[in-house]
């Protein structure tokens, strides 16, 4: 499928463009990863923060620009006092759910409005945990002694994300595309660097095109690719329809246990639904979408300046295919143990399709005075793991 330009999009490399450097390696990530994973499983847990903290260290420290590499500082201390704030918050209120459930009845109006103010808290928290985890990585991100951070208030995005986010089931949907660019555009234009603020005029109308290419084309390529599992499957005899229903009318009746024939039917049929919804529906997204992200992308990089600074995408949507289908396929086929070359080809990927045009000067590049969070991103960690 061929990409549309985006208006001010480049059409291809200026003069003095210059790309961010990558030169992590596989074998070193899986050195950290590997020793991640043993003290992971005997901390019962408790060492992902620390585990996320070596793999962002080396990551940061393998990337560089104009000739000087990051520096990321956070530490898994940090990350760890967070989430256990907001686990112990989480968990307070929820005890006074169930007294409140337990002292005024299930069926109360009190607590069902309880309940509902819970989800809606919670929804709310995993908006705010976006905007201060990026304000934490910023904090903690240096090049050439000079760090990041965010103006603002966390909180007060919450509440304006959230009322947007509620824009989407009203519209079914439809406002994601102009959601999505108001979200962005906050985050971005509070975003500084030393003395320089990060600035992105990202406009959600030409996105609007993409986004209804790629929803048809979603549900498209679901019609084919879970029609045709499921008729190989049934052409295999694997979707035995009566005999599913003869063993529901027999639980019904008699709730006997069910007899050979009948359990291989039903783990026939589990997998047929397994390979319907994570390879039919799995794919149909990552395919479907990713015409609109990489317009997406490319939209943003052209939207935004720092500084001196202009950026521009070349991400394609074969190129975001093969990334995203691929990194599915590794993460499945390795049960997870491919994750470091996930890592590997995404830092690949975005040092590869983002272009730099002009050149910074450090010297005039001054200490932020944005004060940096006491605890690392534990809103986040509760809701939103993320990569690294």
Same mark, same amino acid.
């Given at each position: 499928?061929?990409?549309?330009?985006?208006?001010?999009?480049?059409?291809?490399?200026?003069?003095?463009?210059?790309?961010?450097?990558?030169?992590?390696?596989?074998?070193?990530?899986?050195?950290?990863?590997?020793?991640?994973?043993?003290?992971?499983?005997?901390?019962?847990?408790?060492?992902?923060?620390?585990?996320?903290?070596?793999?962002?260290?080396?990551?940061?420290?393998?990337?560089?620009?104009?000739?000087?590499?990051?520096?990321?500082?956070?530490?898994?201390?940090?990350?760890?006092?967070?989430?256990?704030?907001?686990?112990?918050?989480?968990?307070?209120?929820?005890?006074?759910?169930?007294?409140?459930?337990?002292?005024?009845?299930?069926?109360?109006?009190?607590?069902?409005?309880?309940?509902?103010?819970?989800?809606?808290?919670?929804?709310?928290?995993?908006?705010?945990?976006?905007?201060?985890?990026?304000?934490?990585?910023?904090?903690?991100?240096?090049?050439?002694?000079?760090?990041?951070?965010?103006?603002?208030?966390?909180?007060?995005?919450?509440?304006?994300?959230?009322?947007?986010?509620?824009? +989407?089931? @009203? *519209?079914?949907? /439809? $406002?994601?595309?102009? #959601?999505?660019?108001? %979200?962005?555009?906050?985050? =971005?234009?509070?975003?500084?660097?030393?003395?320089?603020?990060?600035?992105?005029?990202?406009?959600?109308?030409?996105?609007?095109?993409?986004?209804?290419?790629? +929803?048809? @084309? *979603?549900?498209? /390529? $679901?019609?084919?690719? #879970?029609?045709?599992? %499921?008729?190989?499957?049934? =052409?295999?005899?694997?979707?035995?329809?009566?005999?599913?229903?003869?063993?529901?009318?027999?639980?019904?009746?008699?709730?006997?246990?069910?007899?050979?024939?009948?359990?291989?039917?039903?783990?026939?049929?589990?997998?047929?639904?397994?390979?319907?919804?994570?390879?039919?529906?799995?794919?149909?997204?990552?395919?479907?979408?990713?015409?609109?992200?990489?317009?997406?992308?490319?939209?943003?990089?052209?939207?935004?300046?720092?500084?001196?600074?202009?950026?521009?995408?070349?991400?394609?949507?074969?190129?975001?295919?093969?990334?995203?289908?691929?990194?599915?396929?590794?993460?499945?086929?390795?049960?997870?143990?491919?994750?470091?070359?996930?890592?590997?080809?995404?830092?690949?990927?975005?040092?590869?399709?983002?272009?730099?045009?002009?050149?910074?000067?450090?010297?005039?590049?001054?200490?932020?005075?944005?004060?940096?969070?006491?605890?690392?991103?534990?809103?986040?960690?509760?809701?939103?793991?993320?990569?690294?």
């Amino acid at each position: 499928m061929a990409d549309v330009q985006m208006a001010g999009g480049p059409a291809g490399p200026a003069a003095g463009t210059q790309r961010l450097v990558y030169d992590g390696t596989l074998f070193q990530l899986y050195e950290i990863y590997l020793l991640n994973l043993v003290l992971t499983v005997i901390t019962l847990g408790i060492f992902r923060f620390w585990a996320k903290t070596r793999i962002r260290r080396y990551v940061w420290s393998h990337v560089s620009f104009q000739g000087d590499r990051l520096e990321y500082t956070g530490t898994g201390g940090e990350l760890f006092k967070g989430f256990l704030i907001v686990l112990g918050f989480l968990f307070a209120f929820g005890i006074l759910q169930v007294a409140l459930q337990f002292a005024l009845g299930p069926d109360s109006p009190i607590a069902i409005v309880t309940q509902f103010a819970f989800l809606f808290f919670i929804i709310y928290l995993s908006l705010v945990a976006h905007y201060t985890a990026q304000n934490y990585r910023l904090t903690r991100t240096y090049w050439r002694g000079v760090r990041g951070g965010m103006t603002g208030s966390g909180w007060s995005y919450g509440f304006k994300a959230l009322g947007l986010s509620l824009l +989407l089931p @009203l *519209t079914l949907g /439809l $406002a994601r595309p102009w #959601v999505t660019s108001k %979200l962005m555009n906050w985050r =971005a234009n509070a975003s500084w660097f030393g003395s320089e603020r990060l600035q992105l005029e990202l406009r959600a109308g030409p996105l609007y095109a993409a986004f209804f290419v790629s +929803l048809v @084309l *979603t549900f498209a /390529l $679901a019609a084919v690719f #879970v029609g045709g599992i %499921l008729g190989i499957a049934y =052409a295999a005899g694997w979707l035995d329809i009566q005999g599913l229903q003869a063993y529901i009318q027999q639980q019904q009746t008699y709730q006997t246990e069910p007899d050979e024939a009948q359990i291989q039917l039903i783990i026939r049929l589990i997998v047929v639904g397994y390979l319907a919804a994570i390879v039919g529906l799995g794919l149909s997204y990552l395919i479907g979408w990713a015409f609109y992200f990489a317009t997406l992308y490319r939209a943003t990089a052209a939207a935004a300046r720092f500084a001196s600074l202009r950026f521009a995408s070349t991400a394609t949507t074969g190129g975001l295919i093969g990334l995203w289908v691929g990194n599915a396929a590794i993460y499945l086929v390795t049960l997870g143990f491919g994750f470091p070359i996930l890592i590997q080809r995404t830092m690949r990927f975005i040092a590869r399709n983002l272009e730099i045009q002009g050149e910074l000067d450090g010297a005039a590049l001054t200490q932020s005075t944005i004060a940096r969070p006491r605890f690392g991103e534990g809103l986040l960690e509760a809701f939103d793991p993320g990569m690294f």
